[in-house]
């Protein structure tokens, strides 16, 4: 079952209730923390997550763009978010932050830059809900999706299946209607679309047809 994650990194910051609401049908809430450290660019924190929470019944999959997630990631599920996020490459005990994490109640979640290779975290896996393989370099909205990531999204897939995992394989980055099949084609089931979704006339409707090409193209795959 496909899911999709709007990303507000897209949206109007002045009006966010009303952007978490315009994507009404969307299976969670994308929302990109960035601290101007780990990505080249400062976004939003805690109490905005805490505000959002209160906002919208969407539950809020929160992606960690930060240094120091052992420190802080575990404020996040404790501030209302669904899932939370943290990068391994700034993670110091990433066993232990997901074991945290999961102990507040949210999803564990962990993400990979484009070249950070999938393999040495393969016995990490059984502590987590999701991988997220980025599609784009970390730090921005509207950038092009990056084909070469395709093959580890495909080894990470294989990787759970191996395992008899029940993970979520989520790519963020680039992801639009003109590459979503690829990414669904190759086994991943969460999709964070931003500009795709919030730079639409409908952006409910984008979601809702952004959710059926990646249905329609998992089929064949299904494992």
Not at 24 to 38: I, K, P, Q, R, S
Not at 171 to 188: H, K, L, M, P, Q
Request: charged letters at 25%; hydrophobic letters at 45%; aromatic letters at 6%.
């Amino acid at each position: 079952m496909a899911q999709i994650n709007p990303s507000i990194l897209s949206a109007d910051f002045a009006r966010l209730a009303e952007e978490a609401q315009a994507v009404d049908g969307a299976d969670w809430l994308h929302v990109d923390v960035m601290d101007n450290h780990f990505v080249p660019n400062l976004t939003l924190g805690l109490p905005v997550v805490e505000s959002l929470r209160k906002a919208t019944d969407t539950p809020l999959d929160c992606h960690l763009m930060i240094e120091q997630p052992d420190r802080w990631a575990p404020a996040y599920a404790e501030a209302g978010a669904g899932s939370v996020t943290f990068h391994v490459e700034a993670a110091a005990a990433p066993v232990r932050l997901a074991r945290e994490i999961r102990a507040q109640g949210a999803r564990a979640s962990m993400a990979l830059r484009p070249a950070t290779p999938i393999e040495p975290y393969e016995d990490l896996l059984p502590e987590l809900d999701m991988l997220l393989i980025m599609t784009v370099e970390p730090g921005f909205g509207g950038q092009a999706f990056l084909d070469i990531m395709l093959p580890k999204i495909r080894r990470a897939r294989r990787m759970m299946d191996r395992h008899g995992l029940e993970m979520w394989l989520q790519v963020d980055g680039g992801v639009s209607a003109s590459t979503i099949e690829r990414c669904a084609e190759a086994g991943a089931d969460v999709f964070v679309a931003g500009s795709a979704v919030y730079n639409a006339d409908d952006p409910a409707g984008a979601v809702a047809a952004l959710r059926e090409q990646a249905e329609r193209a998992a089929l064949p795959h299904r494992h």
